[in-house]
């Protein structure tokens, strides 16, 4: 496995050019593990059994999210053609290499990328909540993106509050965020809406920013239930502002931002 890996690093440090053109040409003489919604590839057969647990974790995902959001009642998505890669590097170092990710990244998503020319998640073999964290999340950007589009005006915030939400409960996160709440530390929702957290370098401030993110989300659905959730998001598709699809959404229960968060507010303040 090394011999091929090391055949792999080297071929793609010196082809840097044609990066995209060879790694779209190598996969496919990677081992592939075809499921419903996703093709898992794989360097070598010894890694297949891992493979196959994550192909069946992704298909897990893939219904839950899908029926969250509502994109299930659509189409049925994502099959034969169009399933989604998932590329496993052995490690990190040829994951880091390939990509080009800085060291910290344990993977990510595109769609319509030119280096693997389809909807892919891209990341290496690794324990540390994978399963649980990392491949949910990037799902959830996926098929969020796919169903809303593009191009529609979605706050970041609400986005990742969508990924944030599919990954394992974090109790931690919660206690954390009800004490910040408590002391008047949440980041306002005016601010939330404008928030690019891509940019900040304050690890605590990103930390508020996805705790935040994923418990607005929660408390939405906790409180108002799953149909009103997949009314958001489908007057999200439909291209309206997102205080906009809101209001129509909750129209008995809140009628802008400024409601939302003071009502979160006070159901965050009782925990």
Known sequence: MRSVLSAFIIFFAIVSSAMAESLSSE????????????????????QDSAGRD?????????DKIARQIGYARYSNFWTW????????FPDQESF???????????????RDSRMFESRAI?????????????????????IFKDFIGFNRPVPLWFEEGIA???????????RGMAYVVKNGEAVP??????????????????SVFYAQSRMVLEFLIKNYGQEAFERLCRELKEGRTFEEALRIAYSTSIDSIKTLESKWIGYMSEK
């Open 81 to 88: 053609e169009e399933r989604v890669k998932i590329i496993i």
């Open 164 to 174: 944030q939400l599919q990954e394992a409960p974090d109790e931690a996160a919660q």
């Open 27 to 46: 996969l496919s003489q990677w081992h592939q593990i075809k499921g419903d919604h996703f093709v898992v590839y794989v360097v070598t057969n010894a």
């Open 189 to 206: 929702f005016e601010l939330l809406g404008r928030l690019d957290i891509r940019q900040e370098k304050d690890p605590r401030k990103v």
């Open 54 to 62: 994550v192909l069946r974790a992704a298909e897990d995902y893939y």
């Open 122 to 142: 891209v990341t290496f073999l690794q324990e540390d909540g994978f399963l649980s964290n990392v491949l949910p999340h990037e799902i959830g950007h996926l």
């Open 96 to 110: 880091t290499i390939i990509t080009g990710q800085p060291a910290w990244s344990k993977g990510y998503a595109v």
